[in-house]
C-alpha cells in the first residue's frame, strides 16, 4: 500500500518510513505543507499520515484544502500538542484519525491499517478472498489451509488487489503501491511479479483483463 507522509522533521520521518517500510507500506514523505497539498491532490494514496506542524502551510490548512477540492482519502492527522480542542477541529475539518505525540509506531501501523480497511469495508485485518486469507498484520497468506511465503513485493502486490477486489486495477496503480511509482519499473517486471505470485497461490485467483489490468474476484 502507498501512503503519503507529511512530517517536517527529519529524525522523526525516517523512522516512520523505516516502520511503514517493515509493515508493508511504501512511504511517500513530504516536509513542507504546500508541497504536501499538491502531491496530495494530484497522487493516488491508500491513506495519508498528515502532521499539522508544518512550514510553508499549516496541517489543518492543507486538510481542509483536501476535503474542500473533494479528496476522500483517510487521514491520520499527527499533533505535538493533542488539545481535545484541536482534535475537534481536525476532525471537524476532515480528519479521520488522531495520534498524539509521542506515539508508539505499533499503534501508527495500527490505526493506519484500520483507516485503510474502513475505507475498503473491510472489518478485519484478515482479507479474504475465496479460500485464501490474507492477514494484513501479521503480513501471512494462506490459500486452503497451507501456508504461502511471499518476497514483500509480492505481498504488497496482492493485498492491494485482494483490498480492491472486484475492481480492476491498472498496472501503473499497481506499480505506484507496490514500488511507490518508481519509473524504472516497467510492466514486463510487473508481470513477472504477477506471474510469480500465481505460481505460489494458484493461476485462478488473479486475473488479467488485457489493455486494462489485473483483477480479483469480488467474493470474499
Known sequence: MRVLLVEDDDTIAADMVAALGDAGFVALRESDGRRAWATGGTDDFAAIVLDLGLPGLDGMSVLKRWREEGLDTPVLVL?????????????????????AKPFHMEELIARLRAL??????????????G????????????RA???I???SSEFRALNYLVTNRGRVVSPGELIEHIHGGDDAVTTNALEALIGRIRKKIGADLIETRRGFGY?????G
Do not use: F
Open 215 to 219: 483483477i480479483v474476484a469480488g467474493e
Open 149 to 151: 511465503a511471499l518476497t
Open 145 to 147: 489451509g497451507r501456508a
Open 116 to 129: 485503510i480497511r474502513r475505507a475498503a469495508g473491510l472489518p478485519t485485518s484478515v482479507l479474504k478472498a
Open 131 to 142: 479460500d485464501l486469507l490474507l492477514d494484513t498484520r501479521q503480513m501471512r497468506v494462506m
Open 79 to 99: 499533533t505535538a500538542r493533542g488539545g481535545w480542542m484541536e482534535r475537534v477541529e481536525g476532525i471537524d475539518a476532515g480528519a479521520d484519525d488522531y495520534l
